[in-house]
């Protein structure tokens, strides 16, 4: 597909076919989607929990009891579910940890360069973490960026795909103790392939967007 037809083959699927498996060289492409999001300083303020097996997505599924027990076959009956995690907090220490790993992987010719970057990112996390006071939500803004990519690229892979905030994320937190670790989730987006009987289907249901004329302006 070019890209015009999948952005109009996508849609949030709320039912798949639980016949349906994704292959182990779809899932590493996945994976691989994940990683290579682009941050802003690099900063990757993420960690991502895969769940394929039944038992992995039953424990996503902690967080749609209750209010949101809507969304819980969209976890179990998927083929693979990840809950998108977002840092609390970074400090120097995980500055240096980023620095580090481009050294490591010959992204700066020299010293001087490297600590050119390594005072860009103390610089940019600095103003969100002591004059706009807003350091976690901006390093949950860079999930978000890495979702909208990833909703994108699974589509691109024939993956159909189903972001959701409608999860306990307290419950989701203990569940897998991250907090402890420095984390907290965010956002689950299910994966696999739309069953025939799905309502919200774009073969059922045409896309709608609001027109060209309203959201731009051109220059």
Not at 61 to 70: D, E, I, L, R
Not at 100 to 119: A, M, S, Y
Not at 191 to 217: C, H, M, V, W
């Amino acid at each position: 597909m070019n890209l015009n037809d999948t952005l109009n083959w996508r849609y949030t699927t709320k039912e798949y076919d639980i016949t349906k498996k994704i292959c182990d060289a779809d899932m590493a492409e996945v994976k691989n989607l994940l990683r290579m999001s682009p941050s802003s300083v690099n900063l990757q303020p993420w960690h991502f929990i895969v769940a394929e097996t039944t038992e992995g997505k039953a424990r996503i599924a902690k967080g749609t009891q209750g209010f949101f027990s809507f969304n819980e076959p969209k976890i179990t009956n998927a083929s693979a579910v990840v809950l998108f995690c977002s840092k609390i907090d970074a400090d120097d220490a995980y500055y240096q940890h980023i620095a580090d790993t481009e050294d490591k992987d010959g992204r700066f010719p020299n010293e001087d360069i490297k600590n050119g970057f390594l005072g860009a990112v103390k610089a940019f996390t600095g103003i969100h973490k002591y004059d706009l006071k807003d350091l976690q939500h901006w390093m949950e803004k860079q999930v978000y960026l890495n979702i909208g990519s990833f909703l994108l690229g699974v589509a691109s892979l024939g993956l159909d795909a189903t972001p959701m905030e409608g999860i306990d994320v307290k419950a989701l937190d203990e569940e897998f103790g991250l907090r402890e670790k420095g984390y907290t989730s965010l956002v689950a987006v299910s994966l696999g392939y739309r069953a025939q009987s799905d309502f919200n289907s774009t073969e059922k249901t045409p896309k709608s967007r609001l027109a060209e004329s309203e959201i731009f302006t051109l220059l």
